[in-house]
């Protein structure tokens, strides 16, 4: 089992930053890739981001590239998700998720997720 504890959210105007955190315990954290997904009302959900398992890689959804940048700290159990330039249209709960396969963009081939944490961007 893994536990996973995103903070961070909240409150900003459009072109404001926060950075997310998503807290691990339980299981290797190195073992799991890690992701952020997002789901804004009566909308599916959706990838945001991902990182491999020792950071060397990251992946971005098309809509945040140049924006959002992932990160993890192995020491720390934790995965970030730095948010800058936000617009009204990143408003959404954000979810972490850990997984164990290949196929970072899609939310069913991850295992854990933590329990969201919204994110609202005012115009």
């Known amino acids: 089992q893994v536990q996973l504890v995103e903070s961070g959210g909240g409150l900003v105007q459009a072109g404001g930053s926060l950075r997310l955190s998503c807290a691990a315990s339980?299981?290797?954290?190195?073992?799991?890739?890690m992701g952020w997904f997002r789901q804004a009302p009566g909308k599916e959900r959706e990838f945001v981001a991902a990182?491999?398992?020792?950071?060397?890689?990251?992946y971005s959804a098309d809509s945040v590239k140049g924006r959002f940048t992932i990160s993890r700290d192995n020491a720390k159990n934790t995965v970030y998700l730095q948010m800058n330039s936000l617009k009204p249209e990143d408003t959404a709960v954000y979810y972490c998720?850990?997984?164990?396969?290949?196929?970072?963009?899609?939310?069913?081939?991850?295992?854990?997720w933590g329990q969201g944490t919204q994110v609202t961007v005012s115009s």
């Open positions: 998720a850990a997984g164990l396969q290949n196929g970072v963009r899609d939310p069913r081939l991850y295992t854990y």
């Open positions: 339980g299981r290797t954290f190195s073992d799991y890739t």
């Open positions: 990182v491999s398992r020792y950071g060397a890689y990251t």
